[in-house]
């Protein structure tokens, strides 16, 4: 299990009700009703891992995020998890918003693009970062909001967001031992916990 995988079932009370947005092949859903009991449903676009999802036995719906999320009510799960797609979501601000709305509290997993290796790549070749979590060209890229842990953290003062925890996750040995002491330079992922 991941480190995300493992902090986000840290955060994710046992026997609870859980919606994962954009879930991709179901993994994650699949470990915390194993490891916790809850209750998961997934959205997935993508027809290749809503049929992985199916095949897991992880009850998805298709569904665009950036449609919203008007056929939920509010408070219907207990937590809403998104890992790694908010930076893809035409209006970040509002799906934060509509997580809050239908969830207890919400997990946020995303890339720091203020990583130190994003920046050397920027600064002495010239050109936006190809790397191992950014493995797309700037022109097929899914991501089009490039954000900090920092920027992250401004929108949820400017949103009334309560920060309930974070963690963050560097992949090499000067990452691990560095992302305490300067996050937004040495976290290759951000993971918050939130709530309204």
């Known amino acids: 299990m991941s480190e995300i995988n493992t902090t986000i079932r840290n955060w994710v009370k046992a026997d609870s009700r859980v ?27 993508d027809p290749l891992s809503i049929q992985q999802c199916v095949a897991r036995g992880v009850n998805v719906i298709e569904q665009d995020l950036n449609k919203g999320l008007a056929n939920f009510s509010d408070n219907s799960f207990d937590s809403v998890i998104m890992t790694q797609a908010l930076q ?12 809050l709305r239908i969830g207890n509290q919400c997990i946020i997993t995303f890339p720091n693009f203020g990583h130190w290796k994003a920046r050397a790549y920027l600064t002495l070749r010239g050109r936006m970062p190809v790397t191992k979590q950014l493995a797309y060209q700037w022109y097929d890229t899914p991501n089009i909001h ?46 918050y916990h939130l709530s309204k």
């Open 146 to 191: 490039f954000f900090t842990y920092s920027d992250f953290e401004a929108l949820c003062r400017e949103r009334h967001i309560k920060v309930l925890d974070k963690q963050f996750v560097g992949e090499h040995f000067l990452d691990r031992q560095l992302k305490r002491l300067w996050p937004n330079l040495f976290a290759n992922t951000a993971v």
């Open 88 to 99: 893809a979501m035409r209006y970040p601000h509002l799906v934060l918003d509509e997580m």
């Open 19 to 45: 919606l994962d947005l954009g879930c991709g092949d179901g993994n994650l859903l699949t470990e915390l009703q194993q490891n916790l009991g809850i209750l998961g449903y997934g959205l997935e676009i």
